[in-house]
Every structure is written in C-alpha cells, then in structure tokens.
C-alpha cells in the first residue's frame, strides 16, 4: 500500500475539496480504496461533488488522524470508467446495496492522482 493511501485510511472520515466556481466545497467522504497502486474514491452523479469534479478536476483530501496531527494531499481526479474498477471498489462495501437498488449506473468512480502530500 502507497503512504498516501495508508494516511488516509488512518484516519478514516476524509474530507474532500472541490472547486464550486469560485469557492472551495468540501464534504466528508469514507469510500476509498487502492487498486493496483492507484488510489480511488467513490461518489454518485446525484449529488454537486460529481458536476465540480467534472468541472475541474483540482481537488484536495484533507483528513485529522486520531492521534493528533492532519493530512492535506493536492492532486487530480480522474473518472474512471472502466467496470472492472467500478466492481473492485463495490466489492465488500456497505454501499453495494444501496447501488445496487439505486441503479450501478448511478455509481462514480474516480482515480485521485497525489501531486502533494503534507503531513503534520
């Protein structure tokens, strides 16, 4: 597992950063998973998080370890549409059913591509 992904984890509830038009928008997110190196986050096309990171895709994971300290990490999200990926962040996730029900093709995916990482 890379260090970026093992930070995030750690701390559990991250808090994703967008760009909405001229002001930072940012919400707590859990999914989060590294395949095959890469690390990916989940949304839907139901809510404003999806429309900003298509917008532009300029994001930053801002997380509080438990322990004490914080991690803020600068890169890019980049949809990612293949099944495969899609499936693999399903796979064991509490939120399975609720795609499922909604309908998969209402389930995002994106890959976050880690240009800067702080750690404090």
Known sequence: MSKEYEAIKECGTYYLVTINGDYPAARPFGSLKEI???????????NEAHKQLRANPHVQIVASKPQGGWIRMTGLATEATD???????????????RYEEMGIEHFLVFKFTVEKAEYK
């Open 36 to 46: 095959d190196g890469d690390i990916y986050f989940s949304t839907n096309d139901r």
């Open 83 to 97: 099944p495969e990926i899609k499936n693999k962040m399903l796979e064991g996730s509490r939120m399975k059913a």
